[in-house]
């Protein structure tokens, strides 16, 4: 598992700011769950949340499959985690989720993720929309968002992780 990190350099251009911004927010969520167990890594942030670092990462599966598959190609393979009677399924792990799996097919997804946005230009519309608005958004939109998504979570992943094991970084 990588958790060695990098910021893109200062004077990257913006596609490879963008993406280099991402990749450093995916590996720093992949660092926070880093040297923990499965049992740890299911472990509730505050009950009666059931926030957990496994949770977090079959999120961002869920997130990376929504923002590329869907919305950016139009690709609807349907939800890993979630069904219409549990739409917050990602978070509801129990003893028989792991990290391998979960880890897994959170890589798969970022890495169909970089397949599908390679194909389009950062101003180019996608090819679906928001299922919510039928709004259409440009790469360098969902690049934002993806980058502000995994922003945010991370420090989620921080307290979560510290409340562990007392471990912390930035």
């Not at 979570?153 to 471990?167: S, T």
Request: hydrophobic residues 35%; contains cysteine.
């Amino acid at each position: 598992m990588k958790t060695e990190r990098s910021e893109p350099a200062p004077d990257a251009g913006e596609r490879a700011m963008l993406e280099g911004w991402l990749d450093y927010h995916r590996d720093t969520l992949a660092w926070k769950c880093a040297g923990l167990d499965d049992a740890q890594l299911r472990t509730a942030s505050v009950p009666p949340s059931e926030f957990s670092l496994l949770g977090l990462v079959r999120h961002m599966a869920e997130v990376e499959r929504g923002w590329f598959r869907q919305v950016l190609v139009n690709d609807d393979p349907g939800s890993i985690y979630c069904t219409a009677e549990d739409p917050d399924g990602e978070f509801h792990v129990t003893d028989k989720d792991t990290w391998d799996e979960a880890y897994a097919t959170w890589q798969q997804e970022i890495a169909v993720a970089r397949r599908n946005a390679v194909r389009f230009g950062l101003d180019d519309l996608s090819e679906g929309a928001s299922r919510s608005s039928g709004t259409s958004f440009n790469l360098r939109w969902i690049y934002t968002h993806m980058i502000e998504e995994y922003a945010r979570h991370n420090g989620h992943a921080d307290l979560v992780r510290e409340r562990i094991d007392g471990a912390t970084g930035d």
